[in-house]
């Protein structure tokens, strides 16, 4: 399994130099089409994006990315609102591993 992360350069680039090898420049124009061709691949377990990235998706995708088990959502950075990273994890495991 793996992680993938979708974003601007600047985003993408930090994860790419820590050797995260599924890394997608996106703009706000091909944005959807990247994430849409992440969530096909079944080798990826984890998708990384930027919040801010993810309050300009259509509310669809936006829709499909929060009810997402794999591969599991990670909104980082911004000023958008933050994904609870404990809930993420929860969903996709099942169980809530801080009790």
């Known amino acids: 399994m ?3 992360v979708v974003g601007n350069s600047d985003f993408a680039i930090g994860f790419r130099l820590a050797g995260i090898r599924k890394t997608f420049d996106a703009t706000s124009s091909d ?3 990247k994430i849409q061709s992440v969530l096909n ?3 990826v377990a984890i998708l990384i ?3 801010d990235d993810l309050s300009s998706l259509s509310p669809h ?3 499909v990315l929060d009810d997402s088990v794999e591969p599991t959502v990670i909104a980082i950075g ?3 609102e933050s ?3 404990r809930d993420k994890i929860k969903q996709a495991v ?3 591993l801080w009790k």
């Open 83 to 85: 994904t609870n990273l």
């Open 94 to 96: 099942g169980v809530d």
């Open 41 to 43: 691949d079944k080798d």
């Open 2 to 4: 793996e992680i993938a």
């Open 61 to 63: 995708i936006r829709q």
């Open 31 to 33: 944005i959807e089409s």
């Open 78 to 80: 911004g000023k958008g």
């Open 49 to 51: 994006v930027h919040n």
